[in-house]
């Protein structure tokens, strides 16, 4: 059975509807870099992938998981979506806004530089960016105490949760002998 031997868990605002999970050395401009993720939840590069949110002015909640092996289903009620993919992580993750914003700087992982299997998981993406829509009909003035007050109440909803673990290499082991051929 899986162990979880880390778990982080910040808010943030997804600048321009997205932000950033990376390996700390990970160019965002670089020709390895993904593009934006428009309206899915990801767009994954080799040692980078961006996520998606629907909206940018209300700050979600992210939940970060290092495993030993691959993670047990989650018990934190259904997701609404979810993808899989791999990233390559030089023994540290990093998470950042689109603007490059460092919100986790260098989290160490306990599996080292390697490829990491990633389950990304999301649920109320949908629903913030249709409140939030609701909530700028029903106030004209964004600056107001009231609409203030109703923008608190949807911070820290959207929620996503980001698992890694190491990847097991996929092919034969080679052996080496220990005598010169």
């Known amino acids: 059975m899986s162990r979880r031997l880390l778990q982080v868990g910040v808010r943030l605002h997804p600048d321009k509807g997205m932000f950033r999970v990376h390996d700390l050395g990970a160019d965002p401009t670089g020709i390895q870099a993904p593009p934006p993720p428009g309206n899915h939840l990801l767009s994954v590069g080799y040692d980078q992938m961006w996520i998606g949110s629907l909206q940018d002015d209300v700050e979600i909640t992210l939940l970060l998981e290092e495993w030993d092996g691959m993670p047990p289903p989650s ?29 986790l700087h260098g989290v160490r992982l306990a599996g080292g530089v390697g490829r990491y299997h990633m389950a990304v998981r999301a649920r109320h993406r949908a629903e913030i960016a249709r409140l939030y829509d609701e909530l ?3 106030f004209r003035d964004g600056f107001s105490a009231s609409f203030q007050a109703a923008l608190r109440e949807l911070h820290g909803v959207e929620h996503y949760l980001v698992q890694l673990w190491p990847a097991q290499p996929t092919g034969p082991l ?7 051929i």
């Open 174 to 180: 080679r052996v080496i002998p220990d005598t010169p």
């Open 75 to 103: 018990g934190q009620g259904p997701w609404e979506q979810e993808a899989f993919s791999e990233l390559y992580l030089r023994g540290a993750v990093a998470v950042a806004g689109a603007t490059g914003e460092p919100v």
């Open 136 to 138: 700028l009909d029903r």
